[in-house]
């Protein structure tokens, strides 16, 4: 069976340091790989995704994550936070029409 | 402007009360799918469609029904409505199904 699982509920991290959003994957195939944010109130916002090619992926805001597939992770990293950064983030892996969603980790990023 | 639309945004209703909750994207997308979020459960498939009347099961289908008779709406119906299924729901469309998927606002419901 398929999963993420993103071992961490909450990340809390001072502005201007770096920040860093775990997920592992258990995905049949070559997975593909997404993030996604969430702010209050709203749906989904995508941010970057993993395809094949090039293991480290830039997305929208100045994040991006790194594909490992010996650890079966794809972290999610950006080396300055903004306490506009403060949401909800979501990995997802998705093999053919079968899409899994990992629990979900808040940020919090503090002035 | 590309988007993914739910109907209605908020709604509050009683157990066994039929209800629908739309679903309209305007990209021509073939892969649409209905979540619901839960806290600490993250988002949950119930149902997907690959195209026109071609659907599946999701993770949590029970208590479910959808249809897709038309490319751009993929409704959410549950028949007879149980507290159990008072929660966040997201609608969401994708040219693919391993692709980036567009999500609605969400609909949050509530059964009373």
């Known amino acids: 069976a398929q999963s993420v699982a993103q071992p961490e509920d909450q990340v809390n991290v001072a502005e201007g340091n770096p920040l860093t959003v775990k997920c592992t994957y258990s995905?049949?195939?070559?997975?593909?790989l997404f993030w996604y944010v969430q702010y209050p109130n709203r749906g989904l916002q995508f941010l970057l995704k993993?395809?094949?090619?090039?293991?480290l992926v830039k997305g929208s805001y100045g994040f991006e994550a790194e594909f490992n597939k010996s650890q079966t992770s794809f972290h999610l990293k950006k080396p300055s936070a903004l306490v506009s950064d403060s949401a909800l983030y979501f990995c997802?892996?998705?093999?053919?029409?079968?899409?899994?969603f990992g629990g979900g980790t808040r940020v919090l990023v503090k002035p | 402007e590309a988007q993914v639309t739910q109907n209605p945004r908020y709604l509050i209703t009683v157990t066994g009360k039929k209800l629908t909750v739309t679903c309209s994207q305007n990209?021509?997308?073939?892969?649409m799918s209905w979540y619901r979020q839960d806290p600490g459960l993250g988002l949950r498939q119930i149902y997907y469609?690959?195209?026109?009347?071609?659907?599946d099961k999701g993770d949590v289908p029970e208590g479910y029904k959808v249809s897709r008779k038309e490319k751009r709406n993929f409704p959410l119906i549950l028949e007879s409505p149980s507290p159990n299924q008072t929660s966040l729901y997201f609608c969401?469309?994708?040219?693919?199904?391993?692709?980036?998927?567009?999500f609605g606002p969400g609909t949050r419901l509530t059964v009373l």
């Open positions: 993993y395809i094949t090619g090039d293991n």
């Open positions: 997802e892996g998705a093999a053919g029409n079968k899409l899994t």
């Open positions: 990209m021509n997308h073939e892969y």
């Open positions: 995905v049949s195939g070559n997975p593909y």
């Open positions: 469609s690959m195209n026109v009347e071609v659907t």
């Open positions: 969401a469309s994708s040219s693919a199904g391993a692709d980036t998927q567009y």
